[in-house]
């Protein structure tokens, strides 16, 4: 998790140093399609995949959602310091619990409601609305954090049915094409070096999720949940010392009110989680 946090936080920064020469949807674009050389080595697995007229309905419409996840996402990166995009994207899982109880039934308890208030009160406190002026950018993010919780809740859908492989590779190649006519509408020629730079973005957001996959096989959610606080301080750091961004204390503490929300909610999963397995766990050993 460590080294997810760092990963992600590498592909915010460059994204940040390339500036705003090239419009986002073209920045994402290029991103999601250099990166498709990384599914080459599952081009076996989804050869011998079948996939059913409904996973492709689903792979479809979570590609749709992502796609203007990633585009708002872009945008915000060029607009506001990277501390508040990386706060603001700790919403996306309270949206997930909030999605959860709305589509697919499943109870908010008093604890989980409390823990969504709270999140709700930290994305206040960064963006103070009232107290200072409210930027497209941070607009961008809010509902960036909505189209990644909606992609996540897809995702279960998609896992639950088919190969998580292909769950993932599909996911880039629908974004890849929700993404061309966008890109194709702004298109600026870019630069090798700005080549150079997005196939970069696309080597540490893969290298991020390979990293956070390997740790959610290793250990728990409630222990690798508080890890990801670490994205904001070195998200802070790097804005104060590279991009001479001011470090806002209230950025800081409303995104440590959202991760804290986060995690108590992943805690209590956890905690369920196991209270629903002991029972045929007691049954075998019987």
């Excluded at 020469?21 to 250099?34: Q, S």
């Excluded at 809740?153 to 190969?163: E, H, I, Q």
Aim: proline content about 5%.
């Amino acid at each position: 998790m460590l080294i997810t946090g760092l990963c992600f936080v590498a592909v915010t920064a460059l994204v940040k140093y390339m500036g705003g020469r090239l419009p986002p949807a073209e920045m994402a674009f290029l991103r999601y399609l250099l990166g498709l050389v990384f599914l080459l080595p599952m081009l076996g697995t989804l050869r011998r995949t079948h996939i059913s007229a409904r996973m492709w309905g689903l792979f479809a419409s979570r590609g749709v959602v992502h796609t203007g996840g990633v585009i708002l996402w872009f945008y915000a990166m060029t607009q506001i310091p990277l501390a508040e995009v990386t706060a603001m994207n700790y919403m996306a899982p309270v949206y997930v619990t909030l999605g959860a109880a709305l589509f697919l039934g499943e109870r908010l308890a008093l604890r989980r409601v409390g823990a969504i208030l709270t999140a709700l009160v930290g994305a206040m406190i960064i963006l103070r609305p009232g107290f200072r002026e409210i930027s497209p950018g941070h607009i961008a993010m809010l509902f960036t954090a909505i189209a990644f919780g909606a992609s996540y809740l897809l995702a279960k859908f998609t896992v639950d049915g088919t190969n998580p492989v292909v769950v993932v590779a599909m996911l880039s190649i629908w974004v890849t094409l929700g993404l061309t006519p966008f890109a194709l509408a702004v298109w600026v020629t870019p630069t090798l070096t700005e080549l150079v730079l997005l196939f970069g973005v696309a080597c540490f957001a893969t290298a991020g999720h390979y990293a956070m996959t390997l740790a959610f096989a290793t250990a728990p959610l409630t222990v690798t949940q508080p890890v990801t606080f670490l994205q904001l301080v070195w998200a802070t750091a790097l804005g104060a010392l590279v991009f001479a961004e001011p470090v806002d204390i209230w950025v800081v503490c409303g995104g440590g009110l959202i991760l804290a929300a986060v995690s108590f909610i992943t805690w209590r999963e956890a905690v369920l989680k196991r209270r629903a397995t002991l029972p045929a766990e007691t049954a075998i050993k019987a």
